[in-house]
């Protein structure tokens, strides 16, 4: 705090920056920092900055900046100082205009659609697997990115060109005094930077893995798993650690990478971003906001939301509470100025103030593909609760077919085959499908998720392959 710096940019001309003051915002239940804001003065201008938690770096004052850490995490993190944070706060640069990363040395790691399943990622507190609880009070920030999928359907790629530094419980030798942590579902890579990846909770770790072997950007890594300590929800785990200015190895961010990567490589004209998620009472003010969202074609003009009682609201931040607990999923839709649609999904965890031991159930709802649906294609969808052995799920697919029940095992048993529900459907026209799948517990607190499922035309008449 009040310390000024000198920043050197890549392309040597300079910033001058001085951290001014540190907002951050907890919540009452866990005094878990839900959002940090850092006001500072860039090149002689004021400049209040969102750390992590979805927020992208900004153009201001002739660079670029963002904030991927402050203290106030550090403080009661169940996970140490992760981040190798010794200061107030760590801020980024780059020059205006540039790429966040070198063009050409990153790619999305996993050959998904954006957004397609539950994630936690850049400092939200971990919640998929029901683990956000009032008493549990030290707090998992989620410092790396985690990407929901359909356990062994998704495939896990390499985000950088790199060497193999571990794999399973093997690790290179040399490299016993480094980021890498061998684990049976997990694996390491190190790149040119100097950068350790980690891939996590593979259920299968591709043959070409092997130790000293040189893996190239988008080369095979594994099958997206719920292996290790995943809690048992289907997810890869990613994160990079590099040392960081503070002589300690740290996170190094990297959603704003993996954002630069998708539109890269995918192109999407449009994405609605609706997290992180929210943890609250019943009876307190939830703010929802859609502002982070982002269109192709420069401005996202629309902002509707539709709530689980049926209401809606419009605009990029709207406001609500709850009168029951449950785990809720609302729906944003957003639409650009050209008409194209896109949809996320806000989670509110709500925990009942005079029964805060009662905690509702959790949900985790995936799908594969997730890419170049076509109307009849067979859609393979996959459900797990947390919390809860009681009841069902039930399926509605938003095309008007008849709703589907399965029972997937209520997460007894973390590392259990079967412990997803598994159904198919197929949408036999094109449109964007919303999806949604829940469970009641014996209280009747219920748990509701969503999926978006774009449908594209059958591919046309003509000569079949
Ligand atoms: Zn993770």
Same mark, same amino acid.
């Given at each position: 705090m009040n310390e000024a710096q000198e920043v050197e940019l890549a392309t040597g001309t300079k910033a001058r920056v001085k951290l001014l003051r540190l907002d951050e915002t907890r919540d009452p239940l866990r005094d878990a920092v839900r959002q940090a804001r850092v006001h500072i003065e860039l090149n002689g201008q004021s400049l209040v900055l969102t750390?992590?938690? #979805?927020?992208?770096?900004?153009?201001? +004052?002739?660079v670029?900046?963002?904030?991927?850490?402050?203290k106030g995490h550090v403080g009661n993190s169940s996970q140490g100082n992760a981040w190798g944070l010794l200061k107030d706060a760590r801020l980024r640069f780059w020059p205006s205009g540039s790429a966040w990363i070198e063009p050409g040395t990153f790619g #999305?790691?996993?050959k998904q659609r954006w957004f397609a399943s539950h994630t936690q990622m850049a400092n939200e507190p971990s919640f998929v697997d029901g683990g956000e609880v009032p008493n549990e009070k030290r707090i998992y920030y989620h410092y790396g990115l985690d990407s929901g999928g359909a356990e062994g359907m998704a495939e896990v790629v390499a985000a950088a060109d790199g060497r193999v530094i571990s794999w399973g419980t093997n690790i290179l030798a040399g490299y016993d005094d480094s980021p890498a942590k061998p684990r049976y579902d997990v694996v390491y890579l190190l790149d040119d930077r100097g950068w350790f990846y980690r891939y996590s909770h593979l259920q299968t770790i591709d043959p070409a893995v092997r130790l000293g072997s040189p893996i190239h950007l988008g080369q095979k890594i594994g099958l997206l798993g719920k292996e290790g300590g995943s809690g048992g929800w289907s997810h890869l785990h990613f994160d990079i650690t590099s040392r960081q200015p503070s002589g300690l190895w740290g996170i190094q961010e990297g959603y704003a990478f993996l954002w630069e990567a998708y539109l890269n490589q995918y192109l999407p004209k449009l994405i609605a971003v609706a997290r992180p998620h929210h943890f609250a009472y019943t009876g307190e003010k939830v703010v929802f906001d859609g502002s982070k969202s982002w269109s192709a074609s420069g401005r996202v003009t629309r902002y509707d939301w539709t709530f689980t009682d049926g209401t809606k609201a419009s605009g990029p931040t709207v406001e609500r509470t709850y009168a029951q607990s449950g785990e809720y999923s609302e729906i944003l839709k957003v639409t650009d100025a050209r008409g194209e649609v896109d949809y996320d999904f806000?989670?509110?965890?709500?925990?009942?103030?005079?029964?805060?031991?009662?905690?509702?159930?959790?949900?985790?709802? +995936? #799908?594969?593909?997730t890419l170049n649906i076509r109307a009849g294609d067979p859609v393979t969808f996959k459900v797990r609760s947390f919390g809860t052995t009681f009841g069902n799920e039930t399926w509605d697919f938003g095309d008007g077919s008849?709703?589907?029940?399965?029972?997937?095992?209520?997460?007894v048993e973390q590392h259990a085959k079967d412990g997803y529900a598994v159904t198919q459907h197929r949408f036999a026209k094109p449109g964007h499908y919303l999806v949604r799948v829940e469970r009641i517990n014996e209280r009747g607190q219920r748990a509701i998720g969503h999926l978006h499922v774009p449908v594209e035309a059958s591919r046309a008449a003509g000569p079949t392959k």
């Amino acid at each position: 705090m009040n310390e000024a710096q000198e920043v050197e940019l890549a392309t040597g001309t300079k910033a001058r920056v001085k951290l001014l003051r540190l907002d951050e915002t907890r919540d009452p239940l866990r005094d878990a920092v839900r959002q940090a804001r850092v006001h500072i003065e860039l090149n002689g201008q004021s400049l209040v900055l969102t750390s992590a938690t #979805y927020h992208l770096p900004v153009t201001f +004052a002739g660079v670029q900046v963002d904030c991927p850490i402050t203290k106030g995490h550090v403080g009661n993190s169940s996970q140490g100082n992760a981040w190798g944070l010794l200061k107030d706060a760590r801020l980024r640069f780059w020059p205006s205009g540039s790429a966040w990363i070198e063009p050409g040395t990153f790619g #999305y790691p996993l050959k998904q659609r954006w957004f397609a399943s539950h994630t936690q990622m850049a400092n939200e507190p971990s919640f998929v697997d029901g683990g956000e609880v009032p008493n549990e009070k030290r707090i998992y920030y989620h410092y790396g990115l985690d990407s929901g999928g359909a356990e062994g359907m998704a495939e896990v790629v390499a985000a950088a060109d790199g060497r193999v530094i571990s794999w399973g419980t093997n690790i290179l030798a040399g490299y016993d005094d480094s980021p890498a942590k061998p684990r049976y579902d997990v694996v390491y890579l190190l790149d040119d930077r100097g950068w350790f990846y980690r891939y996590s909770h593979l259920q299968t770790i591709d043959p070409a893995v092997r130790l000293g072997s040189p893996i190239h950007l988008g080369q095979k890594i594994g099958l997206l798993g719920k292996e290790g300590g995943s809690g048992g929800w289907s997810h890869l785990h990613f994160d990079i650690t590099s040392r960081q200015p503070s002589g300690l190895w740290g996170i190094q961010e990297g959603y704003a990478f993996l954002w630069e990567a998708y539109l890269n490589q995918y192109l999407p004209k449009l994405i609605a971003v609706a997290r992180p998620h929210h943890f609250a009472y019943t009876g307190e003010k939830v703010v929802f906001d859609g502002s982070k969202s982002w269109s192709a074609s420069g401005r996202v003009t629309r902002y509707d939301w539709t709530f689980t009682d049926g209401t809606k609201a419009s605009g990029p931040t709207v406001e609500r509470t709850y009168a029951q607990s449950g785990e809720y999923s609302e729906i944003l839709k957003v639409t650009d100025a050209r008409g194209e649609v896109d949809y996320d999904f806000a989670i509110v965890l709500v925990i009942d103030k005079s029964a805060s031991d009662q905690l509702p159930p959790t949900i985790h709802p +995936a #799908y594969a593909p997730t890419l170049n649906i076509r109307a009849g294609d067979p859609v393979t969808f996959k459900v797990r609760s947390f919390g809860t052995t009681f009841g069902n799920e039930t399926w509605d697919f938003g095309d008007g077919s008849e709703k589907v029940t399965v029972k997937s095992d209520g997460n007894v048993e973390q590392h259990a085959k079967d412990g997803y529900a598994v159904t198919q459907h197929r949408f036999a026209k094109p449109g964007h499908y919303l999806v949604r799948v829940e469970r009641i517990n014996e209280r009747g607190q219920r748990a509701i998720g969503h999926l978006h499922v774009p449908v594209e035309a059958s591919r046309a008449a003509g000569p079949t392959k």
